[in-house]
């Protein structure tokens, strides 16, 4: 293969990694939710990555959630932080020394 015809491969490969970034970074979705117990945080959610990243507002604790197994919707867990999300959309959190609460969704952004 010529210069040419190799600057024209890496060209199509690198349009291509470039594209697959534009698309991973459309589905990034941050979603703001306000609970009962008046507990404020922001769930993160990365395209290829099963894990929930939760920042939460009152304390400023931000903690990487594991995907677990679930029967219905979606069940996040790490130290002793559970956020459980259903196909109907009712979601709770429950963490450390705090009973569990139901969660009501405020804004979604995608970026």
């Known amino acids: 293969m010529n210069r040419s015809g190799t600057i024209g491969v890496v060209t199509i490969v690198a349009g291509w990694s470039f594209c697959g970034l534009l698309v ?9 939710y306000h609970c009962s117990d008046d507990t ?5 959610f990365y395209p ?17 959630l594991r995907k677990r197994l679930a ?5 996040y867990s790490a130290n002793r932080v ?18 569990e609460t139901a969660c009501e969704l405020m804004s979604t952004r995608g970026s």
């Open 40 to 44: 404020r945080f922001t769930v993160g």
């Open 82 to 99: 559970v956020l459980k999300i259903s196909k109907s959309g009712h979601t709770t959190i429950k963490r450390p020394r705090r009973p």
């Open 24 to 32: 991973s970074a459309q589905a990034t979705t941050f979603q703001s």
């Open 48 to 64: 290829h990555d099963p894990h929930a990243y939760v920042h939460f507002l009152d304390g400023r604790e931000t903690f990487r």
């Open 71 to 75: 029967f219905s919707g979606a069940r």
